[in-house]
């Protein structure tokens, strides 16, 4: 599955290899950190295509529960992260 990207690093698309702490989950909620591929960048980036980098996932499609009702986002959206897990 393809995620879009929301922050200024220069990739527009990756896509998930691994849900992180875990090894047989299939489905993530939003505020879970993946290990992600690069798919789609932009010209002259400083993260190349196919290189792996940790994301933090900020928006998604699933609605979740919040103490005044739940939320719900239209696309699946993430951010990336360093080595030290910082944006």
């Not at 990207?5 to 993946?34: A, H, M, P, Y």
């Not at 980036?45 to 979740?64: M, T």
């Amino acid at each position: 599955m393809l995620l879009k990207v929301i922050d200024n690093s220069g990739i527009k698309f990756i896509r998930c290899i691994k849900i992180t702490g875990s090894t047989t989950k299939r489905w993530t909620k939003c505020g879970e950190l993946i290990k992600t591929s690069a798919t789609d960048v932009y010209p002259r980036s400083k993260i190349k295509q196919g290189s792996v980098v940790n994301s933090l996932i900020i928006r998604c499609v699933r609605p979740f529960n919040r103490t005044l009702g739940y939320i719900k986002f239209n696309e699946n959206s993430v951010i990336i992260l360093n080595d030290k897990l910082e944006p």
